[in-house]
Nanobody, 126 residues
Framework: QVQLVESGGGLMQAGGSLRLSCVAS????????MGWFRQAPGKEREFVAA????????YYAGSVKGRFIISRDNAKNTVYLQMNSLKPEDTAVYYC???????????????????WGQGTQVTVSS
């Protein structure tokens, strides 16, 4: 059974940085793309970033492009989200997600993912 456990959230002032981590278990991590999503109060869950199984391709939402960086360490079964120049509108619960299909290139939609972590809260104060 695939399990995803996020960590690294917290309270940060605007302009600061945080790094989220997501440790995966239950299958061969290096064969699957990974994604990060977020959900603010009263809003739908939205795509933030994704990385291909090989790590070669990365994808970002327009709202975070140039500020956030997704990366992975296959030796540690971990995907990261480095968040820089944080803004109050980045405040949300951040979720790590994984698809069912090996080496899938479809990583941009909530419907492309089958496994989700429990989420980690990120709060950015102005």
């Amino acid at each position: 059974q695939v399990q995803l456990v996020e960590s690294g959230g917290g309270l940060m002032q605007a302009g600061g940085s945080l790094r989220l981590s997501c440790v995966a278990s239950g299958r061969t991590f290096s064969s699957y793309g990974m994604g990060w999503f977020r959900q603010a109060p009263g809003k739908e869950r939205e795509f933030v970033a994704a990385i291909s199984w090989s790590g070669v391709n990365t994808y970002y939402a327009g709202s975070v492009k140039g500020r956030f960086i997704i990366s992975r360490d296959n030796a540690k079964n971990t995907v990261y989200l480095q968040m820089n120049s944080l803004k109050p509108e980045d405040t949300a619960v951040y979720y790590c997600a994984a698809p069912q299909s090996r080496r899938s290139s479809k990583l941009g939609s909530i419907y492309d993912y089958d496994y989700w972590g429990q989420g980690t809260q990120v709060t950015v104060s102005s």
